[in-house]
């Protein structure tokens, strides 16, 4: 058996700590970069979450090597259920390939018809600048469903539909649903609804305009400017290993919905950490001053805010026990 290691440089002493276990258990490993291309191999182990394996599959887009994802913490994601500390004792049952491989739908995306790489989550199109208006026409297989003038549209995954879609009242979607959802964010049409289409469709954002430049934003981390038309289409399947019976979906989902309850009575700075927590990872709060551009003390009152709810927790630093490190609870 042979595995492959791709951690793109985040945590050097994880990989070497994973390479050391698969030693000794006899399985061959090497690691491999966001440069450099997997050689032929059972399975990918991809550290860093959640956000790892987004990067991993951003990088690898035509990989149809299985991945186990694996997160540097307690906290279950959609797509690394397992935590370094309990990887040994999964070592046996990878070694034995005693695992369920689940096959999670990915958007092909074009930009002004030049392909850009697959989204997990969701792909948007926003203006360049907040508070400012766009107009687009979507349409669906060549059928035109609205011309609309809004803040901007999301096109998402059923697993990206409990993220950014989910905050801008799109519907969560089961994991295993054969669709893709859109979502027109704040129109003046307000009789706009979001909408489910098959994922068979062809989804066009077409006649883009705005008195700024727009931009396609994948997977809510990359930007490229779109002058006219967006194009998604299903792409071919991410394969995410699968070592726990439990359904990681279902009691995120359940988290959620009692989070969605309190997001209406929380203040603008916790409802924005929660969600760079959620699409960044673990965070120093150095780190978080830079992503987020809001002052210290706004920074200190959000984290006692939501550590005071449970929505997130801190940690030391693995790198430096000067800094803490904070993330989003595990979702039960």
Not at 76 to 103: C, H, M, P, T, V
Request: glycine share 6%; charged share 25%.
């Amino acid at each position: 058996m042979q595995i492959g290691i791709f951690d793109a440089g985040i945590n050097e002493s994880a990989v070497k700590s994973i390479k050391n276990e698969l030693d000794n258990a006899g399985i061959r490993s090497f690691t491999i970069s966001s440069r450099s291309s997997p050689k032929t191999a059972d399975c990918i182990i991809v550290l860093g979450g959640d956000r790892g394996v987004r990067n991993y599959f951003h990088g690898n887009d035509g990989s149809n090597i299985p991945v186990l994802g694996i997160g540097e913490s307690e906290s279950s994601g959609f797509l690394a259920q397992i935590d370094l500390k309990e990887f040994s004792s999964y070592l046996n049952r990878l070694k034995n390939q005693n695992y369920k491989i689940e096959e999670v739908p990915r958007i092909g995306v074009k930009i002004d018809g030049k392909n850009a790489y697959p989204v997990l989550n969701d792909v948007a199109v926003f203006t360049s600048k907040s508070a400012t208006l766009m107009e687009y026409t979507l349409r669906v297989n060549g059928e035109e469903v609205w011309h609309d003038s809004s803040d901007g549209v999301i096109i998402s995954t059923p697993i990206g539909s409990s993220a950014y879609s989910m905050s801008a009242g799109g519907p969560v979607i089961f994991q295993d649903s054969p669709v893709f959802g859109i979502i027109s964010v704040n129109s003046l049409d307000v009789t706009r609804r979001p909408l489910i289409v098959s994922n068979e469709s062809l989804i066009e954002v077409d006649d883009i305009s705005s008195r700024l430049y727009c931009e396609a934003i994948l997977d809510g981390i990359d930007r490229y400017k779109v002058n006219k038309t967006l194009e998604c289409k299903k792409f071919n399947p991410a394969k995410i290993i699968r070592m726990k019976k439990d359904s990681t979906a279902i009691s995120a989902l359940a988290k959620k919905v009692h989070l969605a309850e309190d997001l209406l009575r929380m203040p603008p700075s916790s409802k924005l950490l929660l969600k760079i927590l959620e699409y960044e990872g673990a965070m120093t709060q150095k780190e978080l001053l830079t992503k987020t551009m809001l002052p210290d003390r706004t920074i200190r009152l959000a984290l006692s805010h939501l550590l005071g709810k449970g929505y997130v927790k801190k940690k030391v630093s693995i790198r430096d026990a000067r800094q803490k490190i904070y993330e989003i609870s595990k979702l039960d």
